[in-house]
Every structure is written in structure tokens, then in C-alpha cells.
């Protein structure tokens, strides 16, 4: 598949899902939208690239949310909590980098009464309250700041479980759903292939072979059947695509979020870089927000010289 081509799927009938929604009545275009973007190299923050002008059309096409919530990549920890302070912590989580990206600061509040609702709507799943050990990381700001650039909507972070299979985080997103209709947006970020160590400079705007199929079989999944996304666990290029599992498994709370809607994903950003970075992104819900063909494919923002700095240092 090759990276400039973008799905443009129509979603059919699909059963009910088992989540009880708050309101069964609630008209399908009130619900806020859900999305999973590709964040690629934390310099994306400051470049304006294929992918970033992508992540600013999508945010002028989406309603205002009364709050975001994000779940980065990069909060990885052994057990699922919620950002739950008044003023979080922007968070210069990577090394390498020039001096203007650790001086960056994405001052977006935070929504303690938020975070209280999430706990309670996915009972009785747990989700603990975090009150000063995180706050807001580079795969939240890095962007939120070209989605909502104002900086002034409040962003909440929910932690990865490291200790958790796919299959639960696919659960989790499903019982956030109800989310939606409060007017929150969830945000996954992490890249759907993220291998750091088989980064290949001279490919700017293209993927590997492996890296190029791993993308179009989850992209045929997250498109037809979002809650079958653990199967993609088998194909066989996982290990090269998912060498660790931190950045894949944002995507897995939209594909619940998409179960619990009884509806597929759309892609409204595609592309490669590097040879094993892939930048596609979904949404659930924002049909407007979608790209042209080809508007989104190659491109994106230069990683650290690897010569001066090893690719697993760079926490991208």
C-alpha cells in the first residue's frame, strides 16, 4: 500500500454495543469526535509539515470540547491513572533536542472534576487519580498545539497500563464512551509503526516494505472491524512494526471507542518517514476533518542526528 493513499470509508449497520450509553437518545451529531495521531518526532511541535498542517485542519474542523483527554504514548506506567490537578506540568520528556523545544510550554489547565468523571464512568474498572507526579508530556502537547493552539481548553493525560494486554485497553476506551456525549474529545497518541532502532535517514518520506503493510492491515481492521485491532497481534510483521508496545496502544482506546459507537474509523492523515515510522491517523466521528488524497503522505519533521545521539535516547 503505498503511503499517499487514504481510505474513505462509509460506514454500515453495526449491533449495539454492550456499554450503556448515559443517553440513549442522544443524536449521533452531538457526540464529540475521538481520534488517534500519528505524533512522530517531538520536533513536529515547532515545524509546520504535511503532518502538522493535517493536525490544524482537523482541530478548525472539530466542535469546541469542554475538555481533552489524551492518552500518550509516553505516560507509560504500571497502572491506569488520570491527570487530576488544577495546573499541570508541561513535561520536556526526551533528550537531544534544540533549546527551543525544552523551552516550549503548552499552558492548557487542567480539570480536576474531569478526572473524577472518568473514574466513576468506567467502574468498575479502576482508574486512580493522579495529583502531582505528571502532568502534560510531548505526545500531548507536541500535538494539542496545533490542534488547539490557544492552549486554552483543559487537557487531561490517562496513563498506559504497561502491565496490561491489547485487549484491555480496548475495553478501557470502550468505557469511555459516554465521555463523548460530555462534550470531551479523546486523544490517542503514538504511531501505529515505531521501531527507532531501523530508522533509515535516507528514506525522509517513505516506509519499508514491513513497516507499509503493518500500517495497511491495521488501517483494514481500524476501517471494517475496530474491535478485532488484538488480532493484528499475529500478523507477521508485528515484531518489526511493535518492538515495544507503548506507541500502538493509544490507538487502542479509539478502536474501543469505535466498538462502543457500533461504528469504523476513517483516516484523515497518512504517510511514512524514516523507513519505520508511520503517521497515519483516525478519527471517529469528524468526517468533515478528513484530508485530500494525498494531501497528507511523506514529510514530517527531522529526528536527532543519530550520530550524536542513539534513536532509543530520543524518546520520540
Not at 192 to 205: C, T
Not at 213 to 229: H, I, K, N, Q
Not at 239 to 264: D, I, N, R, S
Not at 281 to 309: E, F, M, Q, T
Request: some cysteine.
Amino acid at each position: 500500500m503505498g503511503t499517499k493513499e487514504l481510505v474513505d470509508f462509509r460506514p454500515g449497520p453495526a449491533p449495539k454495543p454492550p456499554w450503556r450509553r448515559q443517553n440513549e437518545a442522544m443524536s449521533a451529531s452531538t457526540l464529540m469526535p475521538a481520534a488517534f495521531i500519528g505524533h512522530g518526532s517531538p520536533m513536529n511541535t515547532m515545524e509546520r509539515n504535511r503532518f502538522t498542517e493535517q493536525w490544524a485542519a482537523f482541530g478548525r474542523a472539530l466542535p469546541r470540547p469542554r475538555a481533552v483527554l489524551c492518552v500518550s504514548a509516553h505516560w507509560f506506567i504500571p497502572g491506569t491513572a488520570v491527570t487530576a490537578m488544577e495546573r499541570p506540568r508541561v513535561i520536556h520528556d526526551f533528550y537531544g533536542f534544540p533549546p527551543e523545544l525544552f523551552a516550549f510550554d503548552y499552558p492548557a489547565p487542567g480539570a480536576p472534576e474531569v478526572a473524577r468523571e472518568i473514574v466513576e464512568v468506567v467502574k468498575p474498572a479502576h482508574i486512580g487519580l493522579d495529583q502531582d507526579s505528571w502532568g502534560l508530556d510531548h505526545g500531548a502537547w507536541s500535538v494539542l498545539t496545533h490542534v488547539f493552539p490557544a492552549a486554552d481548553i483543559p487537557v487531561l493525560q490517562l496513563s498506559i497500563h504497561s502491565g496490561e494486554d491489547l485487549g484491555y485497553h480496548v475495553d478501557l476506551g470502550a468505557r469511555l464512551a459516554p465521555l463523548r456525549e460530555r462534550g470531551i474529545f479523546i486523544l490517542g497518541s503514538g504511531n501505529v509503526v515505531h521501531n527507532l532502532r531501523r530508522l533509515d535517514w535516507n528514506r525522509p518520506d517513505a516506509g519499508y516494505e514491513w513497516a507499509e503493510r503493518f500500517d495497511g492491515a491495521v488501517r483494514s481492521v481500524m476501517t471494517s472491524e475496530p474491535a478485532s485491532l488484538p488480532s493484528v497481534e499475529r500478523h507477521a510483521d508485528f515484531p518489526l512494526a511493535v518492538p515495544t508496545p507503548e506507541h500502538f496502544l493509544p490507538l487502542a482506546y479509539l478502536a474501543g471507542l469505535c466498538q462502543a459507537a457500533g461504528e469504523t474509523a476513517s483516516v484523515f492523515a497518512a504517510g511514512a518517514t524514516m523507513g519505520s515510522l508511520t503517521m497515519t491517523s483516525y478519527v471517529l466521528g469528524a468526517p468533515a476533518a478528513r484530508a485530500a488524497d494525498g494531501a497528507a503522505a511523506g514529510g514530517g519533521a527531522p529526528l536527532p542526528d543519530p550520530h550524536r545521539i542513539p534513536p532509543e535516547q530520543t524518546n520520540t
